[in-house]
């Protein structure tokens, strides 16, 4: 069993950084293919970012990209979103999730393990 917790979602103006971290627990986290996923109001999730078992591939949604950095730190089992000039479209609950699927899924049903979500908002 893998537990995941969210943390450093606030309430920050446009254009400023901020990085997200997903602490996990349980075994073997280094195996796990590792994602983060967001919903905003009224629309449905979708993904972020996600970063593969080894962290030799990474995968970004088009409206993150370049901003957006996914990464991870199996020596203490978190893995997180450094998120750079912010927009209020940023603005969502921002989920971590884990599996052990091959590759590197980006849709959210191949992630078995996900976190309770942290509120980002961004103001302009």
């Known amino acids: 069993q893998v537990q995941l917790v969210e943390s450093g979602g606030r309430l920050v103006q446009a254009g400023s950084s901020l990085r997200l971290s997903c602490a996990t627990s349980g075994r073997s986290f280094s195996t796990y293919a590792m994602a983060w996923f967001r919903q905003a109001p009224g629309k449905e999730r979708e993904s972020v970012a996600a970063i593969a078992w080894k962290a030799f591939s990474t995968y970004y949604a088009d409206s993150v990209k370049g901003r957006f950095t996914i990464s991870r730190d199996n020596g203490k089992n978190t893995v997180y979103l450094e998120m750079n000039s912010l927009k209020p479209e940023d603005t969502a609950v921002y989920y971590c999730?884990?599996?052990?699927?091959?590759?590197?899924?980006?849709?959210?049903?191949?992630?078995?393990?996900w976190g309770q979500g942290t509120q980002v908002t961004v103001s302009s």
């Open positions: 999730a884990a599996t052990r699927m091959m590759g590197l899924p980006t849709t959210g049903d191949a992630y078995d393990y």
